[in-house]
């Protein structure tokens, strides 16, 4: 895939995002059936479809330049989005080493590396960054190493340290996340930071999720997807700016909804991590606007049903309680049968 960049756009304020038609074919719509329901939902992390966001382990698109820098004025506000503790320093490393490899092996154009022994040459044409360092050495890069490559990768990333027989969320690079904190998360288990998911537990989704992840092997990742939805297409909606968006779920009309709604997907990626023996997990978020996922006629039919008919407490825990009567209102014209 060539990639092209859009001129930088906003995901606050004046609220600029938007996606080309090529975008909207792209976007990795959900949803395999008429109604929603919690699942495993795991799939192995292996190239297909050339062009789609699943062709490459990490995506990279027409918004990286709005989205690194959207990351880069989070954390002017608040450094501690991004957050290692000690323990974690090789699982940064690691993290380090394969985004890297992988960025400049499936993104020639715009990403470069190379390596003599510990010398390592990396070249962002991007975004400009032209650094020599030596791996290993914290001191010989601008900033601590996961911070260093995420503040350059789009999406969120959480480093797992697994313990106890459980998973530990103990670092992390996390600036557009859907209603989650991760200052708020760090050092907790699996179950602990998904404990306020409703119906999941008694289902034992997250019973089979840990046992997965626990015996997950080296170079055999799995990616699964998730969503939500979030008024304007706003990236950083974590509990700590929830005064600056928390209101807008009130305007919501059944005539805005289009304008305002946006389907908000996360592309989520779970990897052993080589030396380290940590599990990255990437969180790499999509936005959509309604009325630009409705020029897609047979998705907008989908949701109308799965937002009508999904249950009560999946709805209340996704914040769409709100404005889900208008939402439903809207997209009803797009559903041959209701």
Same mark, same amino acid.
């Given at each position: 895939?060539?990639?092209?960049?859009?001129?930088?756009?906003?995901?606050?304020?004046?609220?600029?995002?938007?996606?080309?038609?090529?975008?909207?074919?792209?976007?990795?719509?959900?949803?395999?059936? $008429?109604?929603?329901?919690?699942?495993?939902?795991?799939?192995?992390?292996?190239?297909?479809?050339?062009?789609?966001?699943?062709?490459?382990?990490?995506?990279?698109?027409?918004?990286?330049?709005?989205?690194?820098?959207?990351?880069?004025?989070?954390?002017?506000?608040?450094?501690?989005?991004?957050?290692?503790?000690?323990?974690?320093?090789?699982?940064?490393?690691?993290?380090?080493?394969?985004?890297?490899?992988?960025?400049?092996?499936?993104?020639? !154009?715009?990403?470069?590396?190379?390596?003599?022994?510990?010398?390592?040459?990396?070249?962002?044409?991007?975004?400009?960054? =032209?650094?020599?360092?030596?791996?290993?050495?914290?001191?010989?890069?601008?900033?601590?190493?996961?911070?260093?490559?995420?503040?350059?990768?789009?999406? $969120?990333?959480?480093?797992?340290?697994?313990? $106890?027989?459980?998973?530990?969320?103990?670092?992390?690079?996390? !600036?557009?996340?859907?209603?989650?904190?991760?200052?708020?998360?760090?050092?907790?288990?699996?179950?602990?930071?998904?404990?306020?998911?409703?119906?999941?537990?008694?289902?034992?989704?997250?019973?089979?999720?840990?046992?997965?992840?626990?015996?997950?092997?080296?170079?055999?990742?799995?990616?699964?997807?998730?969503?939500?939805? !979030?008024?304007?297409?706003?990236?950083?909606?974590?509990?700590?700016?929830?005064?600056?968006?928390?209101?807008?779920?009130?305007?919501?009309?059944?005539?805005?909804?289009?304008?305002?709604?946006?389907?908000?997907?996360?592309?989520?990626?779970?990897?052993?991590?080589?030396?380290?023996?940590?599990?990255?997990?990437?969180?790499?978020?999509?936005?959509?606007?309604? $009325?630009?996922?409705?020029?897609?006629?047979?998705?907008?039919?989908?949701?109308?049903?799965?937002?009508?008919?999904?249950?009560?407490?999946?709805? =209340?825990?996704?914040?769409?309680?709100?404005?889900?009567?208008?939402?439903?209102?809207?997209?009803?014209?797009?559903?041959?049968?209701?």
């Amino acid at each position: 895939m060539s990639l092209t960049f859009t001129p930088k756009q906003t995901f606050r304020d004046d609220f600029t995002f938007r996606n080309s038609p090529a975008a909207i074919a792209r976007f990795p719509f959900p949803f395999p059936e $008429d109604q929603y329901l919690y699942s495993v939902n795991l799939e192995p992390a292996v190239p297909r479809d050339p062009g789609s966001v699943f062709e490459h382990l990490f995506d990279v698109d027409e918004h990286y330049l709005s989205e690194m820098a959207e990351r880069a004025q989070v954390l002017e506000r608040d450094p501690q989005r991004c957050l290692v503790m000690p323990h974690m320093a090789q699982a940064t490393w690691d993290t380090l080493e394969l985004l890297m490899t992988r960025l400049a092996q499936d993104y020639p !154009t715009v990403f470069r590396l190379s390596r003599q022994g510990a010398a390592w040459h990396w070249q962002n044409l991007a975004l400009g960054i =032209d650094q020599h360092f030596t791996f290993g050495e914290p001191e010989s890069l601008p900033c601590e190493p996961l911070e260093y490559i995420t503040r350059q990768v789009q999406g $969120d990333f959480a480093l797992l340290d697994q313990r $106890d027989n459980d998973l530990f969320m103990d670092a992390g690079m996390v !600036t557009c996340p859907a209603d989650w904190s991760l200052r708020f998360d760090a050092g907790m288990s699996f179950k602990q930071w998904h404990s306020p998911v409703p119906m999941a537990h008694q289902l034992g989704v997250f019973d089979r999720a840990l046992k997965y992840l626990l015996n997950l092997q080296v170079a055999q990742p799995v990616r699964r997807l998730n969503w939500t939805l !979030t008024i304007n297409p706003r990236l950083d909606t974590s509990p700590e700016t929830f005064h600056e968006w928390g209101s807008e779920r009130g305007t919501v009309t059944a005539s805005n909804a289009g304008e305002r709604v946006h389907l908000r997907v996360e592309l989520q990626l779970m990897l052993r991590l080589a030396r380290s023996n940590a599990v990255l997990f990437g969180i790499r978020t999509y936005l959509i606007r309604l $009325d630009e996922l409705a020029t897609q006629r047979a998705w907008a039919q989908r949701l109308h049903r799965v937002i009508r008919d999904l249950p009560d407490p999946i709805a =209340d825990y996704k914040g769409i309680t709100r404005y889900r009567q208008a939402l439903i209102e809207w997209l009803r014209p797009f559903d041959c049968s209701a």
